[in-house]
């Protein structure tokens, strides 16, 4: 158990639906970063908060967004759900902005869009 | 930006000793990565070097050099359970995100 906690683990909805899937960071861990990983391509960042602010952006599409909640938990809403959005969506938290140890992954939400 | 390039795929024997190389670009260097992620699990943290030079850590490896924009993660002693697929990231010094690799997957033979 790495301490950062994902859930759901899979999840299955159909084109055009809304999904909210949720982090909650390794404790005492103030940044949270979202990342989406599909068959064919590598991890792809998507958003950044630190202590409930919005830190850095990646490549997101209009129809995800992101927010950190003052218990530091983190939510990605993904919307106008299409079949390209399938994907494993991880999560990723760290003390700060700057550490050597890098991030420590959740086990994902294995999104399949049909 | 990061540009990350990193070989798709490599096999070697149960014993033997692999080299993952890794070539980047970036418009600002804050540290090279190296995790192992197994099919369907979550990355996991091998290795770290933001200066020049060699970090070695058990049976895994990792070299950087800056100037090449260059690095190479050297696994020693192959094991079945080390098939698995390796990212090499790169974190920005200016948002501090890390941008990864597609992944070189490693696969070991008996």
């Known amino acids: 158990d790495s301490g950062v906690t994902q859930t759901p683990k899979h999840l299955i909805t159909a084109t055009g639906q809304r999904v909210t899937l949720r982090c909650s960071p390794r404790s005492g861990d103030l940044s949270v970063y979202w990342y989406q990983q599909s068959l064919d391509q590598g991890l792809q960042f998507l958003i950044q908060y630190y202590n409930g602010e919005e830190r850095a952006k990646g490549n997101i599409l209009e129809r995800f967004s992101a927010q950190q909640f003052p218990d530091l938990h983190s939510e990605l809403n993904l919307s106008s759900l299409e079949l390209g959005d399938s994907a494993l969506y991880f999560c990723?938290?760290?003390?700060?902005?700057?550490?050597?140890?890098?991030?420590?992954f959740g086990s994902g939400t294995r999104l399949t869009v049909v | 930006g990061q540009n990350i390039d990193q070989p798709t795929e490599m096999t070697a024997t149960e014993g033997a000793i692999v080299q993952i190389n890794c070539t980047y670009q970036?418009?600002?260097?804050?540290?090279l990565f190296w995790y192992q992620q197994h099919a369907g699990e979550a990355p996991t943290f091998l290795s770290y070097?933001?200066?020049?030079g060699l970090e070695e850590k058990g049976r895994f490896s990792s070299f950087l050099s800056r100037s090449k924009g260059y690095s190479y993660l050297l696994l020693k002693e192959l094991q079945m359970k080390d098939s698995a697929s390796y990212l090499c990231a790169v974190r920005d010094r200016n948002d501090y995100k890390l941008s990864f690799g597609a992944g070189t997957t490693v696969t070991v033979r008996a």
């Open positions: 070097n933001v200066l020049d």
């Open positions: 990723a938290s760290s003390v700060g902005a700057s550490q050597a140890g890098g991030y420590t």
């Open positions: 970036t418009s600002g260097f804050n540290g």
